[in-house]
């Protein structure tokens, strides 16, 4: 079992920066490509950003990229999201995932542990 808890959520306004937290615990952090989604409402939980074992590669989805950074500390076992130039459209549950892997590579897919989510809103 691996526990994920996600903070840093927070109301900020349009054009904002936050950054969210994951911190893992429970088995062997490093074993694990680590990804954020989030879930607006009413709408389906979506792909945001996903980080391999090692740090790299990286993957975003179009909506974040070259706004959203996706990092993470092995030795913390946390992973991170940076989150700049945030929009109205950003507003969401926000969701860090662990997928055990046995090769260096990230994935949008099929995540075996999830957290509770941290909210992001932001105001126009």
């Known amino acids: 079992q691996v526990q994920l808890v996600e903070s840093g959520g927070g109301l900020v306004q349009a054009g904002g920066s936050l950054r969210l937290s994951c911190a893992a615990s429970?088995?062997?952090?490093?074993?694990?490509?680590m990804g954020w989604f989030r879930q607006a409402p009413g709408k389906e939980r979506e792909f945001v950003a996903a980080?391999?074992?090692?740090?790299?590669?990286?993957d975003y989805a179009d909506s974040v990229k070259g706004r959203f950074t996706i990092s993470r500390d092995n030795a913390k076992s946390a992973v991170y999201l940076g989150m700049t130039s945030l929009k109205p459209e950003d507003t969401a549950v926000y969701y860090c995932?662990?997928?055990?892997?046995?090769?260096?590579?990230?994935?949008?897919?099929?995540?075996?542990?999830w957290g509770q989510g941290t909210q992001v809103t932001v105001q126009s």
């Open positions: 995932a662990a997928k055990f892997v046995i090769n260096n590579y990230v994935t949008r897919q099929t995540y075996d542990y």
């Open positions: 429970g088995r062997t952090f490093t074993g694990y490509a």
């Open positions: 980080i391999s074992r090692s740090g790299s590669p990286t």
